[in-house]
């Protein structure tokens, strides 16, 4: 009876006389949904933790940042590894260099660690 009301309540159900329609209507409706704005936020409040190396730090943002596109992938994480690492001598050597690719920014803030 609760699946019944719960299917009753969903849009463009179709016929309930179809099972495989019932079915992907309730698969649809209960699969998890990814909230960008959330994954945003909670990649944007991401900083290096104390005692964490670069490339832990980096794989974090990874993990995070999973969700959007390569290109885009790699101008967050970039922007992140500046924005929050810890050691601001580190930051300010990266940023008086223009264009600096997030490859070299690793290879510039291991020895940092």
């Known amino acids: ?3 019944t009301n719960c299917f009753n ?3 463009n159900t179709g ?3 179809d099972y495989d329609e019932v079915v ?7 699969d998890p949904q990814l909230n960008l704005d959330f994954e945003w936020f909670k990649l944007r409040q ?9 490339d832990q730090f980096y794989a974090r943002l990874r993990e ?16 992140h590894i500046i924005q929050g690492c810890k050691n601001k001598t ?5 940023l008086r ?4 690719s997030l490859d070299e920014i690793l290879i510039i803030a291991r020895p940092h660690d």
């Open 46 to 54: 991401v900083h290096q933790r104390e005692g964490e190396v670069i």
């Open 97 to 100: 260099q223009p264009n600096i």
């Open 90 to 94: 580190l930051r300010g050597l990266i």
């Open 9 to 11: 309540t969903l849009p």
């Open 24 to 30: 992907r209507a309730l698969n649809a409706h209960f």
């Open 64 to 79: 995070l940042a999973s969700m959007c596109t390569e290109d885009y992938q790699l101008k967050e994480m970039r922007a």
């Open 1 to 3: 009876m609760r699946s």
């Open 15 to 17: 016929s309930n006389d």
